[in-house]
């Protein structure tokens, strides 16, 4: 008997969908659509909090110091795929930590695809404000609402700032402390792009790799030393705040075209971390402020003393600090000679400016371009020394704060002392 031909091809397409169906071994799906592997990531993130300082060196790295500055809760989002639109976070983690930075009874482990990442840190979120047209009554819900799996828009972070607190601030606190009736914490934040397991045929599944990362504080610090001469004369003036004149009233939230020395970059290393990682001082040479307001006058912190310092012979004494938004002046130097920042002191109700701050008279006042700057993570030392009734000079010295490295031991429980 003769079969028509399309007939019996029917047949057989048919008999071999029904014998694939009784097939006890599921259909392999093909190369492009297999799963990307995963990898165990495990973060050493440099926090600033290193308890030693080297104090013999010409421009030390400090410690934090007081309950303000030190760490309280770290937050960690990562997002797969980058700073794109669309990309979906990975993992959003608020953890607590030890006035040291370190995490309790967390091992910052994060189990993560390959691929593209953009990984976020934020310590101390309490004290930030919430961004613009964002529900939410505080920092950590908003930072909450983004969802694992859900889509991430990076603009909002982006341009996320902070702002000064009103009009000519007078405050002894943080302008981040605005909570009352608790200390938040200085914020620190950074951000860092890379990629993890780029090559899927060399990477196994569940590999554990260590990235090793840094945060920088979200803000500049000023103290204020008042130095009498031995030989002052006059009597009965006190002292009753001082004021730093020429700053931004806002920075962005997260470092912006932030340029640092050693350069910016991320190390990943095979495996879990294994003996001692050295502490990287890191140097901030080049920062995006904000838009400037007011041009060259820019906005002011005020520190009004409780108690009223008296001018007199011999007086040494430190006052501070204060806490305010990274810094740069819209016009250079060479430009613009009044586009420098300034010191003045409240005298009896009086104020009187001090010598402007960076002129060649020994002062250290970084220079961005030639335009007078103060860059996040950097410590003013103002020096305000009084030699006759008529004469106040402000001198400076820049201080860097101190980096370390977060560094539990991974594996193993962590054995951190309480603040």
């Not at 309280?72 to 990309?87: E, F, S, W, Y």
């Not at 002062?363 to 004469?391: C, E, M, V, W, Y």
């Amino acid at each position: 008997m003769i079969f028509n031909n399309k007939f019996t091809l029917a047949v057989l397409l048919a008999l071999g969908v029904l014998l694939a169906g009784c097939s006890h071994d599921a259909p392999v799906p093909p190369e492009e659509e297999q799963p990307d592997p995963m990898v165990t990531l495990r973060l050493a993130i440099d926090m600033g909090s290193r308890p030693d300082s080297r104090a013999d060196a010409p421009d030390y790295f400090e410690a934090p110091e007081g309950d303000f500055e030190n760490i309280n809760t770290l937050r960690v989002i990562i997002v797969q795929g980058g700073a794109v639109a669309g990309a979906d976070v990975e993992a959003n983690k608020l953890v607590k930590t030890y006035a040291s930075g370190a995490p309790i009874s967390d091992n910052l482990e994060f189990k993560v695809t390959t691929g593209r990442k953009r990984i976020y840190l934020i310590a101390n979120e309490g004290s930030l404000p919430v961004p613009p047209n964002q529900p939410y009554p505080n920092a950590t819900q908003f930072l909450d609402s983004y969802l694992v799996n859900e889509d991430f828009e990076p603009g909002t972070f982006t341009n996320w700032i902070v702002s000064l607190p009103g009009s000519n601030p007078s405050s002894t606190r943080s302008l981040y402390s605005n909570i009352e009736g608790g200390v938040n914490g200085l914020p620190l934040t950074e951000y860092f792009d890379f990629s993890i397991g780029a090559d899927k045929e060399t990477l196994q599944y569940d590999e554990t790799q260590t990235v090793h990362l840094f945060m920088t504080r979200a803000a500049a610090k000023a103290t204020f030393t008042i130095e009498v001469d031995d030989q002052y004369k006059a009597m009965g003036a006190n002292i009753e705040a001082v004021r730093l004149n020429g700053l931004n009233w806002q920075q962005w939230v997260f470092p912006r075209t932030t340029r640092y020395n050693p350069t910016k970059q991320v190390e990943i290393t095979p495996g879990l971390p294994s003996g001692t990682i050295t502490p990287v001082d890191r140097y901030v040479t080049a920062f995006e402020p904000t838009q400037r307001v007011n041009g060259v006058t820019g906005a002011n912190v005020t520190l009004n003393l409780a108690n009223p310092i008296e001018i007199k012979a011999n007086t040494n004494q430190n006052v501070g600090p204060i806490y305010f938004p990274e810094s740069m002046m819209p016009e250079t130097l060479e430009d613009n000679p009044a586009a420098a920042f300034s010191v003045q002191v409240l005298i009896d109700g009086v104020w009187t400016t001090a010598k402007m701050l960076g002129m060649t008279d020994g002062s250290n006042i970084q220079t961005i371009g030639g335009a007078q700057a103060i860059a996040r993570n950097n410590h003013l030392k103002i020096i305000l020394t009084f030699t006759d009734p008529n004469t106040i000079t402000a001198t400076v010295q820049l201080v860097p704060y101190v980096s370390v490295v977060l560094n539990p031991n991974f594996g193993e429980p962590i054995d951190w002392p309480r603040p």
